[in-house]
């Protein structure tokens, strides 16, 4: 037993994602989330899904894109610590199953959530701009990438 050292995982940060389940129990969460937002008195089915896509899309950029570090000591020397959580997936490798499945889904609740609006304008365009603040910082492109040194350090 190794007392006071770093796990044995390089990033148990991002490990995790790629466990088994991991997928189905986030897409349970979301809609949970829905059912929750359904429940309440007043809430129409289309500004529920409204609701779910943004607050969905709105967590999603900040705990991927805002959030650096690790919440524990890593055994990569600090180097977790300079990587938003979205660039410590998969160390940094693109296109892999995870990044493919958390880019995805955004755009699906966009398109479940449009359709469930009847394409109501109002509700389209907050559902893109959320979806578009989502989707948009995960693209390869910026992968890196601090904008007006947002969260450079």
């Known amino acids: 037993m190794n007392i006071g ?3 044995g995982e390089r990033n148990p940060n991002s490990s995790w994602l ?3 389940g991991v997928w189905l129990t986030y897409i349970i969460l979301v809609f949970v989330l829905h059912f929750i937002l359904l429940s309440i008195p007043y809430i129409t ?3 529920a899904w409204t609701l ?3 607050i ?3 967590c999603s ?6 959030i650096k570090g690790a919440p524990w000591e890593t055994s990569d020397q600090g ?3 300079r990587f938003t959580f979205w660039e410590q997936i998969d160390n940094g490798v693109q296109w892999t199953g995870t990044r493919k499945f958390l880019q995805i889904l955004p755009v699906v609740l966009f398109f479940i959530a449009s359709f469930y609006t009847k394409y109501d304008k109002t509700h389209f365009i907050i559902n893109l701009a959320t ?3 989502a989707v948009v910082p995960k693209f390869p492109i910026f992968y890196g990438v601090r904008l007006f040194d947002i969260n450079r350090y």
Do not use: E, G, P
């Open 52 to 54: 779910t896509t943004t």
């Open 131 to 133: 979806m578009l603040l």
């Open 45 to 47: 089915t289309s500004v």
């Open 61 to 66: 950029f900040y705990l991927f894109h805002l």
């Open 5 to 7: 050292i770093a796990q």
């Open 18 to 20: 790629n466990s088994r």
């Open 79 to 81: 180097l977790a610590r």
């Open 56 to 58: 969905h899309n709105i």
